[in-house]
């Protein structure tokens, strides 16, 4: 028996690759729904009213499960939780989930099994345990230098813009999230400032008509030597320099940090909407002094600064709470049977990655039953194989690029690995037909943005 924590993407991607091979298990959700952290009304959820996937439905959905042909090209985050649910039901997933029961601990056995301490009191013993549970949880809260007298925000307790009416509101951050919250507050706000430590770079979610990840995956092949200074060249032809608009100039090439995908920062900017400042210095009260000798007053600082990806129930055993030692970003180089399906940080579209990464573990799974060979060769890789996911990137220093790997190397090489190892990754049946949103299918109207 196979235990699955936590019942988000990647959660139910788990379950349909275990119940594909026909492997049993138990699925635990805390949560009184499913959806992850896409449910905003889930305790501890990071969503807020105004996210948007931040890659295109075209090549975000499961395999042969591909979001509804009537979603937009950004799904909102009700879509998005909506095809989540849709994808439970049409497997027959959402059945097993135990729902509203959360895990306390898991403890490793003399005998290699896992004891899992439910939150309900019940501890139950499983082969393997495959953590679920995410990486954005825990938010990464930086302390505000000085003696600030407004309110004091992460990101993760954002909900809506309304909250911010006629404020002066300081948004820290650089990424996907600081620019959706900084847009959305600039609304309704007095005034509105991003603060940057750094330099972007900030790629408009459609190129030419067509969004940006589906023009970069049909055009031409290039190596990243050559692709890199040329599309960094069409954006700065696109957008202009930075500095025009008081942002700083990226200190780094153009995909050696997390992709920031937004078209509304550059027009705020230009509006005068929103006002670019680097990194803050001091403050006091209610002053805010940035690096550059600049003041600002300010209510509200909202830290729009990440995450750490950590798994309380089981942190002893992944160790590094930033990103963990895990082969292939999933499988534990030091426990035998526990694997993180929810830890990997890449620059493509995230379902793809659980999907297969679910696929990857549930054949391992099945062939220390069926070929325990096949599966102990599979464990000599786990202990030593090292392979390069960089895809020729030099992905920046910081602590979220740590263990970061290129999406299509990763794809490029857990498929020459599965073919090696026999593994097949067609694991459901193909639905015929057009699907349609299940909101549409409701008739609530909640389908056009």
Known sequence: ???????????????????????PFNHYERNEGIGGLWDIDAPGSPMYSSAHFISSKTLSG???????????????????????????ARYG??????????????????????????ADGVSVLYRAVVCCTGAQWEPNLPPTPGSFAGTVMHSAAYRDARDFVGKRVVVV??????????????????????????????????IFGVPSDVFAEHGPPMP?????????WILQRLYGKPERLGLQRPDHKLFETHPVLNSNLYLSLQHGD?????????????????????????????YATGYRHSAPYAQDLFGDSQHPNLYLTCFSREHHNLFGGSFTETNTGAYIQFDTTAMMIASYLDDQSRRPDVAARFDRLIKADKPDLSGG?????????????????????????SKQLGWGFKDAPVISGRRTSPLAAAGDGRVAR
Request: aromatic letters at 10%.
């Open 173 to 206: 951050g650089g990424g996907n999230s600081a620019c959706d919250i900084a847009v959305d507050v600039s609304r309704v706000a007095a005034r509105t400032i991003i603060s940057m430590r750094r330099g972007y770079w900030f790629i408009p979610k459609h």
């Open 393 to 417: 990137i030099k992905f920046d220093s910081s602590p979220r690029h740590k263990g970061y790997v290129d999406g299509h190397a990763f794809i490029r090489y857990r498929a020459k690995l």
């Open 274 to 302: 929103i006002i670019a400042r680097p990194g803050i210095l001091g403050t006091d009260r209610e002053e805010i002094e940035f690096v550059d000798g600049s003041l600002e007053q300010a209510d509200a600082i909202i």
């Open 224 to 232: 990243k030597w050559l692709e890199q200074p040329l599309m960094a």
């Open 1 to 23: 028996m196979v235990c699955i924590i936590g019942a988000g993407p990647s959660g139910l991607a788990m379950a349909r690759a275990l119940k594909a091979r026909d492997i």
């Open 93 to 118: 997933l959402d059945e097993g989930i135990q729902l509203g029961l959360g895990i306390d601990q898991i403890d490793k056995s003399d005998d290699g099994t896992w004891l899992v301490h439910r």
């Open 62 to 88: 499961f395999s042969e499960f591909p979001m509804p042909d009537d979603y937009p090209d950004y799904p909102s985050h009700d879509l998005v939780l909506a095809y989540l649910r849709d994808f439970a």
